[in-house]
């Protein structure tokens, strides 16, 4: 991302949001009310035109045909990675860490979170941006705490002890849309970090199949996704080869359980339509729990 600028990156995700909750209840996977006063110009002049009937499905097959697979993954993963929270949360989980929060309101949108205390933890540009929409969007939230940071250059175990973060609370990581956009180092210092949670703790987070930074036409829609990402100055920069994934957590105290490729989640959600999706195969979500060696 560009400095002094919140992630345009985390501005579309937003954006995918508020198109599936302007359908239809018994259409759509999830409603997030506050997506659409997240947006800002032009994204914002969509975020209105899409109350009108029929303007949400022309939008969205604008993008899918521009960038083939984003939207309808984003919108799998949200549904996927609610149903893991909101399963997670009566496993006494004692506290949720969003690791790069992004425009993620899931603090003020799912019931389920409002007892827990929640950590939003993201660079200052995005979360500053983001507090500034939610001061007009939502009430305050005495369970939210907010946590800037950049991962790349700064340690995750003082800023969160300064946050109040306890270190032998259950918790549930959520780190989702980030790893693809660090470094090696950075994806490893926080593995093992969240790996220092009590037995029990969970993690989900996102990556890209390491062959999608060394091969990009190998799938399918990737040229326009990449020169918007060079455009908005959020390069990708690291993924994992798959099958390399339960080894890669093991030496880091993490044990895999599921490790699922965009088509896989998409069929969880949009059952025979997801046969006819293309694109983004390359993106997965992964879940791991955190061993009897963590602490």
Known sequence: MRIGRASRTAE?????????SSRRENERLFNDPFAKGLLTWPLSAV???IAVPGVERIVSTIIDRRVPGARSSAIARTRLID????????EAIEQLVILGSGYDCRAYRLPSMRGVDVFEVDHPDTQGAKRTALARLAPDSENVRFVAMDFNTQDLASVMTAAGYRETARTFFLWEGVTNYLSEE???RTLRWCASAPPG?????TYVHRDVLTNPSAFHGTAKLFESLEKFGEKWTFGIEPSRLRAFLAERNLILESDL???EYRELFFDKAAGKMRGYEFYRIAMARVGAGGQ
């Open 47 to 49: 975020g209105r035109l």
């Open 83 to 90: 149903e893991a929270i909101e399963a997670s949360l009566g």
């Open 261 to 263: 490729g965009a088509a």
């Open 201 to 205: 703790s969970r993690l989900l987070f």
């Open 186 to 188: 950075a994806v490893d």
């Open 12 to 20: 579309l995700m937003a954006l995918f949001r508020a198109l599936e």
